[in-house]
């Protein structure tokens, strides 16, 4: 008679046994989309409401720069038309000259003045 030394591993969803891989935590992908989904929702109204808030930030900053023009001076008006709340970003970075960079993930904004300011993704500025 053979016995294993290891215990068998049950999924985390629905405590079937799982076969296969050794790292695998889920019998199936139906097992693996609940809990993940549960995990999800766990998330308080206040965090999703943040999110939501930055992920539009993000596309409304990407939205305004292209391939050809990676950093664009616009007014802040306009980005608030669009959607965008100043009040969120994800980090900020200060240059020597004192002045912050705000950023929404891999996308930023310098503030010029009370009207402008200057958009541009993250990378395209700061590798420079």
Sequence with gaps: MIVSLEQEKKCCTCNKII????????????????????AKSADSPTTKHINKI??????VLKLNISKQQA????????LREQGFVFKYHTHLFNRNNGNPYFFIYDF?????????????????????
Aim: charged share 35%.
């Design 19 to 38: 076969r296969g891989r050794s790292d695998k935590k889920f019998c199936n992908e139906y097992c693996r989309n609940v809990y993940n989904n549960k």
């Design 108 to 128: 930023g904004y310098l503030s010029l003045c009370q009207e402008w300011c200057l958009v541009f993704e993250a990378d395209q500025l700061l590798d420079k």
């Design 71 to 78: 950093v664009r001076k616009i007014k802040k008006e306009t």
């Design 54 to 59: 930055l992920n539009k930030n993000r596309v």
